[in-house]
């Protein structure tokens, strides 16, 4: 017989978290994003959402990614820009060259001739994902100063997948294989 599984109430849900005041005290994960001139702003809010899912240490805004506060941004990101660390830079160079200084491996996710397989790569930690916007992709700056690329493969008709889908799909394999490497 096939057991059913138990359901939690959002009520049951929320009762392991942390206030507010705590959460901003958490140790995060060695794990930054870098949005690359995103202009979709519901994209923007989404990604906010899952750096605070995955505990990032902090999401970078570059070139004419959409800032908070905004409607749109709110509502994919379920208030995550209210308590997520971010800063915004005009150049995405002023983002990326100070984490690559400092040991930080830049990693775009980006389809190209050069790219790998998401799937193939291992990280050394900490790391700083590059995605760019679904029309342009990561830019020629942003490719330049990247230590690797990866892409996930595409099998059907489209030769993407939305910008926060994919980046969720990346950050969850890079949590998953800095878990398996510590054990």
């Given at each position: 017989?096939?057991?059913?599984?138990?359901q939690?109430?959002?009520?049951?849900?929320?009762?392991g978290r942390?206030?507010?005041h705590?959460?901003a005290?958490?140790?995060?994960n060695?794990?930054?994003?870098?949005m690359?001139?995103?202009?979709?702003?519901?994209?923007?809010?989404?990604?906010f959402r899952?750096?605070?899912?995955?505990?990032?240490?902090?999401?970078?805004?570059?070139?004419?990614?959409?800032?908070?506060?905004?409607k749109?941004?709110?509502?994919?990101?379920r208030?995550?820009?209210?308590?997520?660390?971010?800063?915004?830079h005009?150049?995405?160079?002023?983002?990326?060259?100070?984490?690559?200084?400092?040991?930080?491996?830049i990693?775009s996710l980006e389809?190209?001739?050069s790219?790998?397989?998401?799937?193939?790569m291992?990280?050394?930690?900490?790391v700083?994902?590059?995605?760019g916007?679904e029309?342009?992709?990561?830019?020629?700056?942003?490719l330049?100063?990247?230590?690797?690329?990866?892409?996930l493969?595409?099998l059907?008709?489209?030769?993407?997948?939305?910008v926060?889908?994919?980046?969720?799909?990346?950050l969850?394999?890079?949590?998953e294989?800095?878990?398996?490497?510590t054990r």
């Amino acid at each position: 017989m096939t057991e059913i599984p138990i359901q939690l109430s959002k009520g049951a849900l929320r009762e392991g978290r942390h206030d507010r005041h705590a959460f901003a005290d958490m140790p995060r994960n060695p794990v930054y994003i870098a949005m690359d001139s995103l202009t979709c702003s519901h994209n923007v809010g989404c990604i906010f959402r899952m750096a605070d899912a995955v505990l990032a240490k902090k999401l970078l805004l570059c070139g004419d990614t959409r800032l908070p506060p905004g409607k749109r941004i709110s509502k994919g990101s379920r208030g995550a820009e209210k308590w997520v660390p971010w800063e915004h830079h005009e150049q995405i160079a002023d983002a990326l060259i100070p984490l690559k200084e400092s040991g930080v491996q830049i990693i775009s996710l980006e389809l190209c001739d050069s790219s790998v397989d998401y799937a193939e790569m291992s990280y050394a930690s900490p790391v700083c994902f590059v995605v760019g916007a679904e029309h342009s992709g990561v830019s020629p700056e942003a490719l330049a100063l990247s230590d690797h690329t990866i892409h996930l493969p595409m099998l059907g008709m489209s030769n993407s997948l939305n910008v926060s889908t994919a980046t969720s799909v990346i950050l969850y394999d890079f949590l998953e294989k800095i878990e398996r490497s510590t054990r």
